[in-house]
């Protein structure tokens, strides 16, 4: 789960992070007030939307030299133009891709005087099973070319989880950012304080860029991007208040409700499998065929008809799927089960497009039976190498 810029900011600042002062607005007359609030006079007028790059970003509405998602304002009357621009109106960045996202919220913000620019962020190092800390000492909007290009640039510190985080971590921090005296002193406290969020909250994914020595010598995070477990959301009702709905894609917000894992993709054939692995080696096998996913749907182990209907449905909302591969290994979920809820769905959607079928595991012969006694025109394969090809080959018959 992902939160807004001012929502990563509020949560932090109940740690100690020493951040600007800001307000979020959803009106132009929002916007004003808020700006009222702030000591100025220079404000940052920032578009708040699940997605990084805004500053470099174009709005569809508006011509293409006009400015990004966020916007330095030196008077009232120029926060209430930035935010006029700015709200409905859609926002394309790198990550959003080409449909971009509509901006209906703002965080307007008391402006800084930047002397220099840093980045930090807090990941899951999965390989290790521990906290990174990733530091560099070219923070700013272009950290992804840093990466690229000058990767030595970039520190990483690693943290077990068995120690937690100790005085040594906090000092490679500032050793990393090259900070001398009292900054070198805030970073580390301010590594300690994320690191304590980070775990606290249970995040996937902190990253603070840029973090900002200002003017007055002070170290502040001017903008945070935050993302949860999932899985562990139950311990955090106040952060699952924070869920803007409108930022996800109602298909996954569906799937939700029925705890199936879907994420839409941009291919035509639709995919429907028991397990995370099973469904990677899916979309991988289709690709291998020459077509390419629309989805990536895991219905679990423990899959109803109610769910597998549910899936379909979801499946089908997308107007870009030719057709649907469903691929089954039963182990705790048995193929007569699964064979029942893909018969019981097929009919309930009126399915108009080609569906093949891979059941293996627990009970297949039972599945296979049911699946050719239904009457509807599904396709069984044999393996999963067979199902890709007789999906891809059904799609682009169609095609």
Do not use: W
């Not at 307007?108 to 999965?126: F, H, M, P």
């Not at 520190?155 to 900070?179: M, S």
Request: overall charge negative; aromatic content about 4%.
């Amino acid at each position: 789960m992902n939160v807004h810029e001012y929502q990563a900011k509020d949560l932090l600042a109940k740690y100690g992070v020493s951040i600007p002062a800001g307000i979020p607005a959803l009106t132009v007359e929002d916007a004003v007030a808020a700006a009222r609030q702030l000591p100025g006079p220079l404000y940052v007028v920032k578009a708040q939307i699940h997605a990084g790059g805004r500053g470099k970003g174009k709005f569809k509405e508006l011509p293409v030299n006009a400015k990004g998602g966020v916007r330095l304002a030196k008077s009232l009357d120029d926060v209430a133009a930035h935010a006029g621009e700015m709200l409905g109106n859609t926002l394309v960045t790198i990550q959003t891709g080409e449909a971009g996202k509509q901006v209906n919220r703002l965080y307007v913000t008391d402006g800084v005087d930047i002397a220099r620019e840093y980045y930090l962020s807090l990941v899951v190092d999965r390989g290790s099973g521990r906290v990174a800390l990733i530091v560099s000492t070219e923070g700013g909007i272009d950290i992804e070319q840093v990466a690229h290009d000058t990767p030595e640039k970039i520190a990483t510190i690693v943290i077990d989880p068995a120690t937690g985080f100790q005085p040594h971590h906090g000092r490679a921090v500032a050793y990393a950012l090259n900070l001398a005296g009292d900054l070198n002193k805030q970073a580390q406290k301010l590594a300690k304080q994320l690191y304590e969020a980070f775990v606290a909250l249970d995040a996937e994914m902190l990253e603070i860029n840029p973090l900002v020595e200002a003017a007055d010598g002070k170290l502040l995070v001017l903008d945070a991007k935050m993302s949860f477990d999932g899985n562990a959301l139950y311990r955090h009702p106040d952060v699952v208040a924070l869920r803007d709905e409108s930022e996800e894609d109602p298909a996954e917000i569906e799937a939700s409700k029925y705890d199936l894992a879907y994420i839409k993709l941009d291919g035509n054939i639709g995919c429907m499998v028991n397990g995370a692995g099973l469904a990677m080696a899916t979309m991988d096998i289709i690709k291998l065929n020459g077509e390419f996913p629309a989805n990536f749907l895991d219905v679990g182990g423990g899959a109803t008809r109610e769910k597998v209907t549910a899936a379909f449905k979801i499946i089908l909302k997308d107007p870009a799927v030719k057709g649907i591969l469903v691929n089954i290994f039963g182990g705790i979920m048995k193929c007569d089960i699964i064979a029942d809820g893909i018969v019981a769905a097929a009919k309930e959607v009126n399915l108009a497009v080609p569906l093949v079928v891979r059941l293996e595991g627990t009970n297949v012969q039972q599945g296979k039976d049911i699946l050719a006694n239904s009457g509807l025109p599904i396709v069984a394969a044999n393996d999963l190498g067979d199902a890709a090809r007789k999906i891809v080959a059904q799609v682009q018959k169609v095609s």
